[in-house]
């Protein structure tokens, strides 16, 4: 069995967690991953688990926030294997403007300004090289579409994806 998921949009059923052992890995490498000190708004993990393996994907823009992704993992109990395939983004001044400025932009809108109360915000927003992806889960298609409006108004950016997720 292959499970994938994006760390900020994992929701399993409780009964689930308790009988599939897959499920509860997953759930429990979630858990590690969001509680690390320094993940924040402008990085993306995720990872897949095929049986004890556990795969790490996403990008970050701290080199350490990788490491650690890889060490809190691998001392989940069940998980035997750990590949980091995460990105760490390139350091740019230029870059680290935009990601200011696309926080300001998004969450400074009434509609969107309540994901940012959360201790995780789950619009992330990722740049490299003036390239703007957000990634994550929204409650409507009219915050994901204002996300991606916001996002796009911001000086100095090339392109931006928007993969935000609808919740269900």
Request: aromatic residues 6%; without cysteine; glycine residues 6%.
């Amino acid at each position: 069995m292959w499970i994938a998921a994006a760390v900020a949009a994992v929701s399993t059923p409780a009964s689930a967690q308790q009988t599939d052992p897959q499920t509860r890995l997953a759930h429990q490498v979630r858990h590690e991953l969001v509680m690390l000190p320094y993940y924040g708004i402008f990085d993306n993990l995720a990872f897949r688990v095929d049986g004890s393996a556990v795969t790490l994907l996403g990008q970050v823009a701290r080199p350490t926030l990788k490491a650690d992704a890889g060490n809190v993992t691998k001392s989940v109990e069940g998980v035997q294997t750990v590949n980091n395939e995460i990105e760490v983004l390139p350091v740019s001044p230029n870059d680290d403007r935009i990601r200011l400025a696309e926080y300001r932009a998004i969450y400074s809108q009434p509609t969107l300004n309540r994901y940012g109360l959360q201790a995780v915000p789950p619009i992330h927003i990722i740049v490299k090289n003036g390239n703007v992806t957000l990634e994550g889960v929204v409650a409507t298609e009219s915050d994901k579409n204002v996300a991606g409006l916001m996002a796009n108004g911001v000086s100095g950016v090339f392109s931006v994806t928007n993969n935000l997720r609808i919740d269900q």
